[in-house]
């Protein structure tokens, strides 16, 4: 599941044309932001990224004070995360990748920023979250949810609760750690105590597939996204619902907190339209469009295939400051909340 390795990092390319990230993240305190580009792979055994800068899958870290570009590595595939650790030293990205002939190749990889090398390598992984105290990383497999030391990579927990999770979230805290999990019965949260992996806690299930779920920032409120734009708010102790929110739009919803929870944003994932509700009053804030919002997968899904979580990536973020927002489109366009007025673009 795991391994380490040492590798080369790319930290300049070719001039390419902006593309449209997948997923986007910013640092703890503020000071940069990442951006994940899905691609393709050289289409051998075993694959590489592919060749052609403008087609091969990139994870890169941009200074948002002087927007320029202080990290590049090249992957493949269809990237549904990046992250940051809490202390900055890491950044993290998961890959959904199949071969011709079916071979799962999914992957959770971490990188040192300093130095630009990988420091973990989860293989056939497709899911983690940082620990907020900044220490450690849980990651799903098809089969496991295993939290690592974050430096030496030793296992330390397993969480058979959330085993095969979706996508997986830490509190606040890091008391807990939530999970979305497919079923026999459907799609649902679970939650479990960090302390005492046993201690677990479950939503009722719900029939259509869902990837996104997230804590507000006091620990105490879930959110979770829904095709045809529906947003639904949870009762963090007991995981049952306590709101829906509907944006009027058609698309899976990916929501996401302001730093101090009173603002809940969701960005659709067939456009990359963007609304804001004031959570106290649940009055519509604000609504924003993306020229060529819209975004494409690289894997090719048979009809019946009802689980696709490539199709919901981290796409949306706040910043740490409550002020902005970052979205995909255009490889990244940092914009303020209140007006929407661009104040950075981050280009491949």
């Known amino acids: 599941m795991i391994s380490l390795l040492a590798g080369a990092v790319t930290s300049a390319a070719p001039f390419v044309p902006a593309r449209d990230a997948h997923c986007v993240a910013f640092s703890t305190d503020g000071s940069l932001v990442a951006t994940g580009i899905s691609g393709l ?15 091969c899958a990139v994870v890169q870290i941009w200074s948002i004070e002087s927007g320029k570009r202080v990290l590049r590595v090249e992957s493949f595939g269809d990237l549904t995360q990046v992250a940051f650790s809490a202390d900055n030293q890491f950044v993290a990205a998961s890959r959904l990748f199949v071969t011709a002939d079916k071979l799962q190749l999914n ?7 300093e130095t630009g090398k990988p420091a973990l390598i989860f293989d056939r992984c497709h899911a983690f979250s940082f620990s907020p105290h900044g220490n450690a990383i849980a990651v799903a497999s098809q089969l496991r949810c295993v939290v690592y030391d974050l430096t030496s990579g030793v296992k330390l927990k397993q969480f058979p609760g959330v085993a095969g999770a979706l996508s997986l979230r830490y509190a606040p805290d ?32 719900l029939d259509e597939p869902f990837y996104t779920a997230q804590f507000s920032p006091d620990g105490n409120v879930l959110t979770s996204g829904h095709t045809g734009g529906s947003v639904l708010l949870w009762d963090a102790d007991s995981l049952t619902p306590i709101r829906r929110l509907q944006t009027g739009g058609r698309g899976l919803q990916h929501p996401f907190f302001s730093p101090d929870g009173s603002i809940l944003g969701s960005g659709d994932q067939t456009n990359g ?39 919901d990536p981290a796409r949306f973020v706040f910043s740490p400051d409550g002020q902005s927002f970052l979205s995909a489109p255009h490889g990244g366009i940092l914009r303020l909340v209140a007006t929407g007025q661009d104040t950075r673009r981050f280009g491949d």
């Open 107 to 113: 992957e959770v990889r971490v990188w040192d920023i």
């Open 41 to 55: 792979s050289n289409e051998e055994f075993p694959p590489r990224p592919h060749p052609n800068p403008r087609k």
């Open 174 to 205: 890091g008391e807990r750690l939530l999970g979305v999990v497919a079923t026999d019965y459907g799609f649902e949260l679970r939650l479990c105590d960090v302390a005492d992996p046993t201690i677990q806690l479950s939503s009722s299930p």
């Open 273 to 311: 339209d963007v609304l804001f509700w004031d959570l106290i009053g649940g009055k519509e804030l604000a609504r924003y469009t993306f020229e060529k919002g819209a975004f494409h997968t690289y894997r090719v899904r048979k009809p019946e295939d009802r689980i696709t979580p490539e199709k």
